[in-house]
């Protein structure tokens, strides 16, 4: 049995454009492709993307997903190991979700709330990792000591921001604004200044960054979801802001 793009990027929640990259770096080659260009994929193929999937959810990167998948040999034992890594998740998510409700029931009730019981389950630095290899060690720190420092309001402040930049490219790129335009320009100039509230951000630092929002799904769907190909157009004005004023 063998699936096309289509029907396996739609039965893993991605992308067809997901899946053409994966196979572009080399991760997810089709098993097979068509005369006219359609890429199939067979199962093998779809237990391969259930891994990069799922490796993907734990945080890792393309090129650390490719080194996992390169030395693997028994994909059993693989998927045996990352049963229990989302089994471990799974606890977590049932201790966050009872913190909320002992939350909602104490507000509701009046009761007086321990600060222990709100945050059972949570923990920000769950990317830690992620950054720390993308970036650096230093630039992990002063992001994490700088949103420590933040006030509930401020956080949230910081965070309505993005959301309305990601709403504000998606309009522009709608109404067929260039990406080298005036519109986009200024909302890459507000982008690198909200990004630039966490740590500098250099020439190479923010056209890389525009390039993961296309690369890694988690970012894409960020942008995508007030316009299709809106994570493309981002990634574009960013590169092009990087060039003329970074």
Request: charged share 30%.
């Amino acid at each position: 049995m063998e699936w096309s793009i289509q029907q396996l990027a739609s039965a893993a929640g991605t992308t067809s454009r997901t899946l053409r990259h994966y196979g572009d770096v080399g991760l997810l080659r089709p098993s097979r492709v068509g005369r006219s260009g359609y890429r199939f994929y067979d199962e093998r193929a779809v237990v391969r993307l259930q891994r990069i999937l799922l490796l993907r959810q734990l945080g890792l990167g393309l090129p650390a997903i490719g080194e996992v998948l390169a030395g693997e040999r028994d994909t059993a034992a693989a998927l045996t190991t990352h049963l229990e890594v989302l089994e471990e998740q799974r606890e977590r998510i049932g201790r966050q979700i009872e913190s909320v409700r002992t939350t909602l029931r104490k507000l509701e009730g009046g009761e007086q709330l321990m600060a222990e019981e709100a945050f059972a389950g949570f923990d920000h630095t769950r990317y830690e990792e992620e950054v720390v290899r993308r970036w650096g060690r230093d630039a992990y720190e002063r992001g994490d000591n700088w949103w420590r420092s933040l006030s509930a309001e401020e956080r949230k402040a910081f965070q309505d921001e993005g959301t309305s930049i990601a709403v504000d490219f998606g309009a522009a790129l709608r109404a067929g604004e260039p990406a080298d335009g005036e519109v986009a320009q200024a909302l890459a100039g507000r982008q690198h200044r909200w990004l630039s509230q966490t740590v500098e951000v250099s020439k190479e630092y923010f056209a890389g960054l525009g390039e993961m929002y296309v690369a890694d799904p988690r970012f894409t769907e960020v942008y995508d979801k007030h316009e299709k190909g809106a994570a493309e157009f981002v990634r574009d004005a960013m590169k092009v802001y990087a060039e003329r004023n970074l």
